[in-house]
């Protein structure tokens, strides 16, 4: 056998422990695409939400990145991050178990749901952070693009399938208690992660700095990387404004055009296919054009085809076609974009500052959307639905500025050596 064959890492395929972690997410984001669908169906349908109340719903969900994300990625540098990810799982669960509770005992409001939106918002921050950031420890560096391809390609996959049959659960089940299937796939999560094993050493607690300058070391360590910069940038400001749309999509859908739960749920999970197809494609798409440039090639796609969200409003009668296509084509540039980003980001930072890392760029890029979902929620009360999506939409064609005039184009690829990186934070 030559050397160079010798060195070749295992396939993942039979990494019984990535596959054992990998099996868990699939089931919870199955379970997540669920969710997804039922709560603003219950939001819009059964508890007559307004415009404002499905605002401030959306933002519940998300608050909690702009308000605990940063302390948050200091505490996960802390602990095992694996750990954290078991915990979260088991608050998500019990938190989405007391929907159906609280239908079925007749006391379900809406302010309960936006209560149980903030405690499900805060595990998921720390869940997220943790598997943005645990990767490294459970495969050897050269397989982390391929690891976060296969857990993006799972993600698609459910999104494909997840929305239809949440539809069809929520038309046989209602909405409240197809919440249960998710509360499901999240203990079967919780589980495969117990069964799970990394190689993560956490650093003393002697070793442990100060949690204002461990802050501060993620930040400068993401706004010191002119590429990290630019990346937060565009992603921050995609988020803003396709928060400000997408707020609005259920209650278009849904009342607007008049269509079933059935049909939003199809409409999903045809755009999935699109995001799905982008995950198989990003290994090819990068040899062929290049790392660096496939970030702003997706960018344009994903900030133009927004634009497909209010054009829908103007042909009601090819309304559905025209969202699946939005979806498919925005599910696509995304998964392209985050593929290539999130891996060079791991690839670049220090396993120590992983967590700090994910959360500075996650406080950015996730701690706009409460913001966004609030003032979607005002601007549909005052202008109406279509109105705040053309906002969204027009605002959204800004974001792809930060990498589309930068270094991305000039390079094919993206510094792969830390010291590059270094260099970079230092100047």
Known sequence: MSQSVAARPRSLWRDRNFLTMWSGQALSQFGEQITGLAIPVLAVLLLHATEFEVGLLNAAGVAAFLVVGLPAGAWIDRMRKRHVMIWADAVRAVALATVPVLWWLGWLDIWHLIAVALVFGIATVFFDVSYQSIVP??????????????????????????????????????????????????????????????????????????????????????FGNRYLRRIVGTTGVSNLFSTISFTMLPIFILRDLGLSPEAMGVIFSL?????????????????????????????????????????????????????????????????????????????????????????????????????????????????????????????????????????????????????????????
């Open 137 to 222: 420890s459970l495969v050897p560096a050269a397989q982390i693009p391929e690891a976060n391809g296969k857990l993006e390609s799972t993600q698609q996959l459910a999104g494909i399938a997840g929305p239809a049959i949440g539809g069809w659960l929520i038309g046989i089940l209602t909405a409240p208690l197809a919440v249960l299937a998710t509360v499901g796939t999240y203990i079967a999560s919780f589980i495969a992660l117990c069964l799970t094993r990394d190689t993560e050493v956490v650093a003393p607690r002697d070793e442990h700095e100060p949690l204002l300058r461990s802050i501060g070391e993620g930040l400068r360590w993401v």
């Open 271 to 427: 755009g999935a296919i699109g995001g799905l197809l982008g995950a198989m494609a990003t290994p090819h798409i990068v040899r062929w054009i290049g790392e660096g440039r496939a970030i702003p090639v997706s960018a344009i796609g994903f900030s133009v085809i927004g634009l497909f969200l209010p054009v829908a409003a103007l042909a009601p009668a090819v309304a559905f076609p025209l969202l699946v296509a939005q979806s498919f084509v925005a599910s696509f540039t995304v998964l392209l974009y985050n593929i290539v980003q999130v891996s060079f980001r791991q690839r670049i930072t220090p396993k120590r500052l992983l967590g700090r890392m994910n959360a500075s760029v996650r406080f950015c890029v996730w701690g706009v959307m409460p913001l966004a979902a609030l003032a979607a929620g005002g601007l549909g009360a005052w202008l109406g639905v279509v109105p705040t999506m053309w906002i969204g939409a027009i605002g959204g064609l800004v974001s792809a500025a930060f990498v589309v005039f930068g270094p991305f184009w000039a390079m094919r690829e993206l510094p792969a050596a830390l010291e590059e990186a270094d260099a970079d934070a230092s100047r």
